[in-house]
């Protein structure tokens, strides 16, 4: 069962351009938001995240929407580089105490072109 | 670096052997997280652990294992290794384990199971 589904699959932006991705969750437990940057033959990097009790979180180029009631969040690239070339992992979870479980998306592989 | 250290880098072993993935957190860090990635599957989560406890469990087979030492320093143990298995191994840490916490993953241990 996909507990948080991403899309697109794949994406390819020009230099400049704005690069989003989509996620929608199922679970309303779900209180926490990470979205993850992996490179080839790295493991996931925190990029941003976001709690429910705002609809929108910006850090430099980076910006979660978030949507309670639809169920969604989204990650924007502004001004997208070939340096953000990697895949995008949202990602979901519940605070338990010192339990913690993320639920990832598919991924979103980016790909910026000159 | 995220300081999440783990070995071996790369593993080829036999359908139906065992074999053991070696995690060291973060310095400071109390809870380590493994994690699977496959090309079907995705990132998923399989299991936490917190000071040496077993804290979170999400989809982790009977014939896979972990433990979490007095050193913090974690191990998975893979057995009775099917072809299915080959994938990408990440441990992650964090501090306190909580769910809000940002996640250090390390490199990753690539498993091929011929």
């Known amino acids: 069962q996909q507990q948080v589904k991403q899309s697109p699959q794949s994406l390819i932006v020009q230099k400049g351009g704005i690069s989003i991705i989509n996620c929608a969750y199922e679970?309303?437990?779900?209180?926490?938001f990470p979205w993850y940057q992996q490179f080839p033959g790295k493991g996931p990097a925190l990029l941003i995240a976001i709690r429910p009790d705002v609809s929108e979180k910006k850090e430099g180029r980076f910006t979660i929407s978030f949507n309670k009631s639809a169920k969604q969040f989204s990650l924007h690239i502004m001004d997208s580089q070939p340096g953000d070339s990697a895949t995008y992992f949202c990602a979901a979870s519940k605070n338990t105490g010192t339990a913690s479980k993320l639920t990832f998306g598919t991924g979103t592989r980016l790909q910026v072109t000159l | 670096d995220s300081g999440v250290t783990q070995t071996p880098k790369h593993l080829i072993t036999a359908t139906g052997q065992r074999v053991t993935l070696r995690c060291s957190p973060r310095s400071g860090d109390l809870s380590v997280y493994w994690y699977q990635q496959s090309l079907d599957q995705g990132l998923q989560f399989l299991i936490q652990y917190y000071n040496g406890e077993e804290r979170a469990k999400g989809n982790i087979l009977e014939r896979f294992s972990a433990q979490q030492f007095p050193d913090l320093h974690s191990e998975l143990n893979l057995s009775s290794l099917e072809l299915g298995d080959s994938a990408l191994y990440f441990c992650?840490?964090?501090?306190?384990?909580?769910?809000?916490?940002?996640?250090?993953f390390g490199p990753g241990t690539r498993l091929l199971v011929l």
């Open positions: 679970n309303t437990a779900f209180d926490y």
């Open positions: 992650a840490s964090s501090v306190n384990g909580r769910a809000v916490e940002t996640q250090y």
